[in-house]
C-alpha cells in the first residue's frame, strides 16, 4: 500500500457551509423573514382589535376598564382645581342624561398641560386640560367640548384607535420582553388623532345636541372653535387639534346643526 | 453519489486489499434546533417517550456529514473510505456539530 497525496480541489469546502456571501444572505433572508412576521402580527392585531372592540357594549367596556387612570393625569390637585373638577363632573353627569347617551358613569379627569384639548378615554374617562379650562370658561362653552366627548363614546370611536395601541404594545413587549408599557402617556395621547372627520362631525352634533337638551340654547357652544380658529390665523406651527376639521367649517356646521335642533324642538 | 464507495469503521475492507492510500478525508455540520420541535419535546415530557423531532435533526446531521466526506473521498479519487468515527460537538446551546472523518483509500 503506498500512499498517493492528491489535491481534493472543492470538496476540501463541502463542510464550509458556503462561505461568507452565503452567510449573508441567510441573515438577510431572515431578518426579512422575521419583519415581516412582526408586521403582519402588528397589524393583524391592531386590525383584530380595532374590528372587535367598538362591538363591545358600553356596559362591558366599563366593567373592563372601570380601573383605567390615563398616565398624565394630575394628582395632588389644587384646591380651586378640585372644585373646578367638581364642576366638570356634575355638568358631564347632567349632559350624560341626555337623549342616546349609554347610562354608564362618566368620570372626569384633569391634564396638568397648557396644550387646549380634551380626550375621551376607554372606560368612561374624560380628560380635559388645564390649557382648555383658561381658554373656556362658559359653562355652555365647556358643555360642548365634554358633550363632544361623550359623543365620541357614543360612537365607540375612542375604542377604534384603541387596537393599534394595544397591538403595538403587545408586540413591543414580544420583541424586547417585558411588560410592554401599553398606555405610556404619549401613546394614550396620540389614541384621538386617529379620528376621521366622520367621526369628528358626529361627536360635534352630539355634542351640540346634548348641550341644547341641557341648556336650551346652543349660543356660545362654538366657544373653542372660534378661538381655535383665531390661534390657526396667527399661528403657523404644528397644531396638536390639525387632524380636526377646520374650525371655520366646523363653525358653520354647527350653526346650521342648531338651526335644525331649534326647528325639530318647535 | 453516482460511484458507489465503500464505508466502513474497519480498518480494512474485508476480502480486499488497500493498494493506495488518500489520507484523511472528513465532513462535518452544525445544526440547530427549532422553536417548534422544543415545543414538541417539552410536551413529550409530560409522557416520557422518543424525541422524534431531535431524532431525526441528528439523523440529518449524521447523514449530512457522511456525504460531505464522501464527496471529498471521491474527489480524491478513493472508492472506499475505512476506519470511519464519528464526533460530536456543543456549538451553542441548542446548536450541535456532526463531524465523520476517515481515511480515503483505493481497494481491489
Known sequence: MKFVQRDMGAAAEASSGGGDRQLAREIGIICAATTALLLALYFSIGWLVDFTLPRISAETEVAWFREFVPATTATNLKPEQTAQVRKLQDLVDRLALGPGVP???????????????????????????????????????????????????????????????????????????????????????????????????????????????????????????????????????????????????????????????????? | MNTPIILTNLETVPGRSIIEHYGLVSGSTVRAKHVGRDIAASLKNFVGGELKGYTELLTESRNEAISRMETQAIALGANAVVNIRFSTSSVAQGAAELYAYGTAVRVE
Open chain 1, 103 to 266: 347610562r354608564i358613569p362618566f368620570r372626569v379627569v384633569l391634564f396638568d398641560t397648557d396644550e387646549v384639548n380634551a380626550f375621551a378615554f376607554p372606560g368612561g374617562t374624560i380628560a380635559v386640560t388645564r390649557g382648555l379650562l383658561e381658554k373656556i370658561d362658559t359653562d355652555i362653552g365647556l358643555s360642548f367640548v365634554l358633550g363632544h366627548e361623550i359623543g365620541h363614546f357614543v360612537q365607540r370611536d375612542h375604542l377604534r384607535g384603541l387596537g393599534r395601541t394595544l397591538g403595538r404594545g403587545i408586540v413591543f413587549s414580544l420583541i424586547f420582553g417585558g411588560g410592554g408599557e401599553v398606555f405610556t402617556s404619549h401613546t394614550a395621547n396620540l389614541l384621538d388623532l386617529s379620528y376621521s372627520r366622520a367621526q369628528e362631525k358626529g361627536a360635534d352634533e352630539i355634542g351640540l345636541r346634548l348641550t341644547y337638551a341641557l341648556h336650551g340654547q346652543t349660543e356660545g357652544s362654538d366657544a373653542l372653535f372660534r378661538w381655535l380658529a383665531k390661534k390657526q390665523t396667527n399661528s403657523t406651527g404644528l397644531n396638536l387639534l390639525s387632524t380636526h376639521p377646520q374650525s371655520e367649517s366646523r363653525i358653520a356646521d354647527l350653526e346650521a346643526y342648531a338651526e335644525k335642533l331649534k326647528r325639530e324642538s318647535r
